[in-house]
């Protein structure tokens, strides 16, 4: 006896496959015109809400069932913000990285994104946690718009795994590199930023664990566009004010300005978590990398920072934020 058809539509689609195409209507609400995925990706997306700055905002929590990725699991995303779009893309914990039964089998994530005219994306997941010998690779590319309408936001880090079971860097290989273009439909697009991470055990000479100096996290942050501009001027301001050698007695507060005063005390924290971190302006991109003896020191830091300066929580909500609480 013949079993029937299902009933069930058959998907065309690849395992860990997901598309989200997000687009305005007329009456300045967005809508998901495109949301799919399949397992081991889960997508998530609450109701739009309208930030302090009145503009709408869609939420999409971007996870995996289990919580992480077994080796040979791979992500596919595609992304793509239509014109005068604003989406904040956030994990609800950390995605761990497990080790693979089958040491040829590399768990990998990619994620290709288009932040059409006028469009913002704030990108803020909780880091990545690989396990001992695991094995993962990342790739991201963001697209944005020639003219420099485009706005970006992008967080990238990774812990050092279970440091309660006695894991710290003993990860096999980890492998994450950030790319941002312009938008060519007949081409790549031009390149105009490549931020490249590599992290894998040697046999010979120092062990990764070493190598990190005590650091239980290492991060990138990215902010690009006008609506991180001041974002972006902020953070280099903090950073040109962080304490010089040489420049200044800081064991003394004899002659410190109110400034001065503020700074010492949050170089003060900074050392207390072991944080240290360092901005540069490029092309346009402010980029800060950052590192800390562990995840809830960085979380303290780069919270605290992004709420003073206010332009996350006022222009994507406070939602968008919920990685760094």
């Not at 944005?144 to 279970?162: F, I, K, Q, Y």
């Not at 492998?175 to 040697?202: P, T």
């Not at 050698?245 to 003394?252: P, V």
Request: glycine share 8%; hydrophobic share 40%.
């Amino acid at each position: 006896m013949s079993m029937p058809n299902s009933p069930f539509m058959v998907s065309a689609t690849t395992p860990g496959f997901g598309e989200i195409i997000l687009t305005l209507l007329p009456a300045k609400k967005q809508v998901l015109n495109t949301f799919i995925y399949r397992y081991p990706l889960k997508l998530i997306a609450p109701a739009p809400h309208k930030s302090p700055a009145e503009k709408y905002v869609t939420l999409v929590f971007l996870m995996t069932y289990g919580g992480g990725l077994v080796g040979g699991d791979k992500i596919n995303l595609k992304m793509t913000l239509n014109d005068h779009t604003r989406l904040a893309l956030l994990t609800q914990g950390s995605t761990k990285i497990f080790k693979p039964l089958d040491v040829a089998k590399v768990s990998r994530q990619v994620l290709d994104v288009k932040v059409g005219k006028g469009a913002s994306l704030c990108y803020l997941p909780d880091p990545t946690q690989p396990f001992k010998a695991s094995m993962y690779e990342q790739r991201q590319t963001f697209y944005v718009d020639p003219a420099g309408t485009s706005s970006l936001l992008m967080l990238d880090w990774v812990s050092e795994g279970r440091r309660a079971r006695g894991e710290s860097w003993t990860l096999s290989s980890w492998k994450g590199r950030n790319e941002v273009r312009h938008f060519d439909e007949s081409s790549q697009g031009r390149l105009l930023l490549r931020d490249a991470v590599l992290l894998h055990e040697e046999n010979l000479g120092e062990s990764l664990a070493q190598k990190t100096n005590n650091m239980g996290v290492f991060g990138t942050l990215i902010a690009y566009g006008p609506v991180f501009h001041k974002l972006g001027e902020f953070i280099m301001q903090e950073f040109a004010a962080q304490p010089r050698i040489g420049a200044k007695a800081w064991d003394s507060k004899q002659g410190m300005t109110d400034a001065e005063t503020t700074a010492r005390v949050r170089k003060a924290a900074e050392d207390r978590d072991g944080l240290s971190w360092t901005a540069a302006n490029v092309r346009g991109f402010v980029l800060i990398k950052f590192g800390a003896a562990e995840v809830d020191g960085a979380r303290r830091w780069l919270g605290s920072l992004l709420r003073r300066q206010g332009t996350v929580e006022t222009e994507f909500g406070h939602q968008s934020l919920l990685c760094l609480r």
